[in-house]
């Protein structure tokens, strides 16, 4: 193992950005404690697990997929998986005004179903798209703006303004056009419209998203919870249950690390560290200000008396007076998810926490959501008498507008502490998939490896405004 052995390197989180970084410093011989507050790893992308009357349900913090680029991180997980690693094709909705619509956005879809007058105002707007008003300063834009100059004023109203706003908990002219920018799938109206000519060998125009993806057989949970056995097997002191408390600093250095497991506080001494814990939750561990907040989520998962309920791996409900903002059934991602001859449906249901959907007990959540079921057609008499359900309270970056200035004052405010490393989603305070907070885990590790400082490059790691998943198709 080398001299790397004598140097304690401490992991804050053992979400896929954590386990990584575990993963690479131990190959390279670092004496690695993991530290993780949840009773099992994984973070946001581990899968929940109900023992119902019927069998085991499984499902995850929205349904997750993993699609990468990066052929080393494929292979990684490929290799990791084996045989329990399936394909599957993702086949999409909208759902808004009583009308299923396809997703993304395609124009003989819309032809074939939307209101003629909806058409007509989307089609006014593709002609006139060219002389709209652009925002000039991308990085101060609204979303609301961008996706105005981008599918004009009719398609905004209809498929993004109500759903935008019920996501985000705030009006989509106070949330940075960032957003937009790398929004999943975001395709523009000439895309739209460009969806209708033939496809050429070599037309790359139309922009693409990914259709196939890999899906783990008992959920995606299980490529985490492999990683962390491995890791383990590998002499990864894995602390579950343990909540970082607070970070000592001297000068400029993370002195001590102080963290809560079974009522009792500890601490010890490391020689560097790498938190994948939310930003202003490391800022707060250390005593440092940070203007910056998350929209939670709660999944609420019930059991349905019947096989499946539709193809569709994800459904999105635009309609802003139904609670949640995707329905799924874990089941189309895996047949492992729910026992055999049943389904199950999961809603997500974004809130803050501490209002009054984070507090509502889960009966009275359930038979909300069940009213929206029945809305979108949905046979609830066959619903079980059960309820699962999960929370996440950092789901989603709030990128509201300004939060660029403030993200970057408390990236400053960290910058002096030489030993501590930033990396993940939360970490990094970003709307990024899977792999990239595998690979930004990688990129910490690198840096304890080979001391090239590389915390600015984790920070902005893939940060084009692109659309994630055109350059993350697996
Ligand atoms: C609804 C939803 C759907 C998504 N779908 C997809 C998808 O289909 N495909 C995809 O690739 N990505 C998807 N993502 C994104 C994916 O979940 C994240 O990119 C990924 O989980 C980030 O990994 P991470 O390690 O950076 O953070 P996390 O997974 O959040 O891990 C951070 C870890 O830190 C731990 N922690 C926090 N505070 C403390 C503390 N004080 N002490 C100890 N431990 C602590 C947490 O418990 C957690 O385990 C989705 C995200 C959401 C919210």
Redesign the pocket.
Known sequence: MGDNSSKKIAV???????LMAAWRLRQAGFTVTL????AVV????ATQRFAGKDGDYRFD???????TKNPELLAFIDELMGEDLLHAERKSVIRFGGRTYDYPLNLPNLLKTAPLSLMAGAMKDLLLLPFAKKPSDFAKASFAEWIQSHFGRTLYRQFFEGYTGKLWGINPDRLSADWAGQRISLIDLKDVARRLLPRRKGNLSVRTYARKYRYPKYGFGQIFTTLGERLVAEGVELKTS???SRLDRVGDRIERVHWQQDGLEQSEAFDQVIS???LP?TCQHLGLPCELHYRA?RFVNMPLNQENLSDNTWQYLSDPHILATRLQEPRRRSPFMAPAGKTSVML?VPCNPGDATWQAPLATLRERVSQDLASLGVDTSRLGDETFEAR?E???PLMDLGYQGRRDAAIQRLMPIGNLIMS????TFRY????T?MEMGLMAADMVIDGVDRRHAIFNHRNENTVIETQSVA
Not at 432 to 435: E, G, L, P, R
């Open positions: 804050l989180g053992a979400g896929p950005a954590g530290f993780e507050q949840e994984g973070g946001m992308c913090y929205g349904g997750h997929r993993f699609i343990a909540t970082i994948t814990l939310p939750l989520l997500e996440s950092y789901a989603y993940g989603r939360q970490g990024i998939f899977t792999d907070a």
